[in-house]
């Protein structure tokens, strides 16, 4: 077997902190500008995508995370998930989409 190195080309992180001002589809659209921007590329030439949050359904009444990142233009149809490990959900994404590229 022939291992091939892979590679994780953006990460973004959303501002920390209150966010009363923001709904979440315009977090979640910042977050994917703010991957684009890190690398210098359209939402379309994303391959896959994670979206972490901790607390999202209790805090904002919205669980289904990933369907609103499927609504960013240049995402829709591509393979999204979101996942939940409370103050370690950023690492829970990394782990996840590093596992899909395995």
């Known amino acids: 077997m022939s291992w091939k190195p892979i590679y994780i080309a953006a ?6 902190g209150k966010l009363f001002d923001l709904t979440v589809p315009e977090i979640l ?8 921007s890190e690398i210098g590329a359209e939402p379309a ?12 359904f ?3 009444e919205q669980g ?3 369907g609103l990142l499927a609504a960013v233009p240049g995402l829709e149809g591509k393979p999204l998930e979101s996942v ?3 103050c370690a959900s950023g690492g829970q994404a990394i782990l996840a989409v590093a596992h899909k590229l395995l």
């Open 11 to 16: 990460y973004h992180q959303s501002e920390f």
């Open 29 to 36: 659209r910042r977050a994917v500008a703010g991957a684009c």
């Open 45 to 56: 030439v994303i391959d896959l995508g994670t979206v972490a949050s901790a607390c999202s």
């Open 58 to 60: 209790t805090l904002n």
């Open 64 to 66: 289904l995370l990933s």
């Open 84 to 86: 939940e490990n409370a």
